[in-house]
Every structure is written in structure tokens, then in C-alpha cells.
């Protein structure tokens, strides 16, 4: 039975430099929305080196963190709070596997088959459990605002 309460969950996604320069926001925003997600937050900011090596920290023993570090403060991102059922799982089945090159052959209609073009430019991210999603919201967002901040491109 259902008391008509649904459980929502938040997960954070960012389009990052290549989707933005790319000009992919509206084609996203448009199947973030079309997948039942509310977007509560977004904002477009600058990550300098702190930042973007702070957020991926679990990476940065690997081989490619230096160069991921570069990509990701290569231009302006768009992070965004998004919220639904089970959201953190089914942003990631959205936007589909890490490497953009692969998603293009097994997953077509994916966010990164559309605007990825590798495994590293792969053009968005996604929280890859509840745990993460609540470490990295609050990394990027205070919690106690609940502004909608939103800067336009030309504001950067
Ligand atoms: P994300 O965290 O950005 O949502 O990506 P993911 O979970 O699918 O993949 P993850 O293993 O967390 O890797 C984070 C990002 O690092 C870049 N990457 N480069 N050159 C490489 O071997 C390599 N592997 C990963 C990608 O930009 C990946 O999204
Ligand atoms: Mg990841």
C-alpha cells in the first residue's frame, strides 16, 4: 500500500566545460526534465585547481587525476541539485558509462552519447551513491540557503 508519501532523493549533477562550450545545457536540461528530475539549484561558476581537486579528492592518487583536474577548470561549469525518486541511480543510468566513445555504441541515448566525446571528456557528472551525492551537494551548496543561485554566461 502507498500512504501517498513519496520518498524523494538529491543527487548533483554538473555539465562540465565541454558541455557547455559545446552549447549541450538546453539538450540536457531538456532530459533531466523529460526524466521527471527537478532541478532545485544550479549555479555556473569557475572551478579553480582547489576546487576541482578537492571535489574529485578520491581520484588523486590515480594517473589521471592531473589531467583530469586540467579539463574540468578548462571553462565554466553548470552544477545543478536535481531531485526524484531514486535520483542518484537514475542520473547515472541517464547519463550512461564514463567513456563517452563507448556510450555512443551501447548506450545511444544517453546524456554522454550525445555531447561526450571520450573517457575523460565525457561532458557531465554524477553522484555514484547517496553518500556522495550529500558530500558533494553541501561541497558546492550551503544547505541552509535555499537560494536558487544562478549566474548567466555572460556574467563569467
Ligand atoms: P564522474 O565522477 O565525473 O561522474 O564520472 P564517473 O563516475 O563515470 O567516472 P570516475 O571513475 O569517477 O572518473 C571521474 C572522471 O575522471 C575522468 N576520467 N579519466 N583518463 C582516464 O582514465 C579517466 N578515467 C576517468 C572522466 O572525466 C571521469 O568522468
Ligand atoms: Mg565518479
Sequence with gaps: ?????TE???TLAIIKPDGLYGNYTENIKKAILDSGFTILK???IQLDDDAAMGFYAEHSSKGFFSSLVKYMTSGP?????LEKENAV???RTLIGPTDASTAKITHPHSIRAM???TLEKNCVHGSDSFQSAEREIAFFFD???SD???IGHDEL
Design 1 to 5: 500500500w502507498s500512504n501517498g508519501i
Design 8 to 10: 524523494k532523493e538529491k
Design 42 to 44: 544550479e549555479m555556473t
Design 77 to 81: 561549469v553548470l552544477i545543478m541539485v
Design 89 to 91: 541511480a537514475d542520473w
Design 115 to 117: 555531447c561526450g566525446m
Design 143 to 145: 544547505e541552509k540557503s
Design 148 to 150: 536558487r543561485v544562478v
